[in-house]
C-alpha cells in the first residue's frame, strides 16, 4: 500500500535560520506529492507539489524536490520567519483521475525570535 | 474563486442529535471529499464524490452519511454520534482528469471543528 514518513517534531528553530523536513514515501507507480501547511485551527493549504521524477516544487522559500531514487520528497527553506510556524503534512496522491491523499503524520514546525 | 467553503466552523452536538454539516465550491470541480481530522494527527479520507456519485466510502460507520445534492455542494449528515468522533472534518474538492494527464491538486476548507458531548 501507499505511505509516507515524516520527521518526528516538533522543530524548533530560531529566525532566519535553515529548514529541513525529511520525507519518504512508498507507493506503486508514479504518484503525485505534495506538501500542505495547517495553521493553527485552521485548515489545510497547499504549498507546493510536484508530479514526476526531479520536478521541483516551490513556493513562499519553501522547495521539495521529487527524488524517485531516494523516494523522498524534502521540504527546505532557506531562512524561516516567525509567521512560519505550523504543522507542514507531506502527501502523495497516487496516479489516478480523483485525489486520494495519502498524509505523512505531519511535523510541526515553531519558529522563535 | 479558489476557495472551499464549510459551514457551521465550529458544532456542538448531543448523542441523541441530528445535524448536517456543510460543503460549496464554485470551482467547477467534479471531486469532493470527507476526511477527518483528530487532534495532532494526519487527515484521513472518508468520502469521495465523482460527478456528483459516492465513489469512494472508507469504511465510515453509518451514522455518518454523506450526500452530493449537486455539482457545488456536499452534506454529511450526522446521527447518533459517539464522543471519539468529535474532531475536525475537513471538506475538499479537485478537478477529474484524464488518467496520466496531470495530478489532482485537492482544495481544502477551513474545516468543522465538532464537539460531541
Known amino acids: 500500500g501507499n505511505s509516507v514518513t515524516q520527521m518526528e517534531g516538533p522543530v524548533t528553530l530560531s529566525e532566519e535560520a535553515f529548514l529541513t523536513i525529511n520525507c519518504t514515501y512508498t507507493a506503486t507507480g508514479y504518484p503525485s506529492l505534495f506538501w500542505y501547511v495547517q495553521y493553527p485551527g485552521e485548515g489545510l493549504q497547499l504549498l507546493l507539489k510536484?508530479?514526476?521524477?526531479?520536478d521541483k516544487g516551490s513556493n513562499k522559500g519553501f522547495e521539495a524536490t521529487y527524488r524517485k531514487e531516494t523516494t523522498s520528497f524534502h521540504l527546505e527553506k532557506g531562512s524561516v520567519q516567525v509567521s512560519d510556524s505550523a504543522v507542514y503534512f507531506c502527501a502523495l496522491n497516487p496516479t489516478g483521475t480523483a485525489s486520494k491523499l495519502t498524509f505523512g503524520t505531519g511535523t510541526r514546525l515553531q519558529v522563535t525570535l | 474563486d479558489t476557495e472551499v467553503t464549510q459551514t457551521p466552523k465550529h458544532l456542538v452536538m448531543g448523542m441523541t442529535n441530528k445535524k448536517s454539516l456543510k460543503c460549496e465550491q464554485h470551482?467547477?470541480?467534479?471531486?469532493m471529499y470527507w476526511y477527518k481530522q483528530k487532534a495532532k494527527k494526519p487527515p484521513e479520507l472518508m468520502f469521495v464524490?465523482?460527478?456528483?456519485?459516492?465513489?469512494i466510502n472508507e469504511s465510515v460507520p453509518s451514522r455518518f452519511s454523506p450526500e452530493c445534492p449537486n455539482s457545488s455542494l456536499l452534506n454529511l449528515h450526522l446521527h447518533a454520534l459517539q464522543p471519539e468522533d468529535s474532531a475536525l472534518y475537513l471538506c475538499?474538492?479537485?478537478?477529474?482528469?484524464?488518467?496520466?494527464?496531470?495530478?489532482?491538486?485537492?482544495?481544502f476548507g477551513q474545516g468543522t471543528r465538532l464537539t460531541v458531548v
Open positions: 510536484a508530479t514526476k521524477a526531479d
Open positions: 475538499a474538492s479537485s478537478p477529474l482528469l484524464s488518467r496520466g494527464k496531470g495530478d489532482t491538486e485537492a482544495f
Open positions: 464524490y465523482s460527478y456528483e456519485k459516492l465513489s
Open positions: 470551482m467547477g470541480h467534479r471531486a
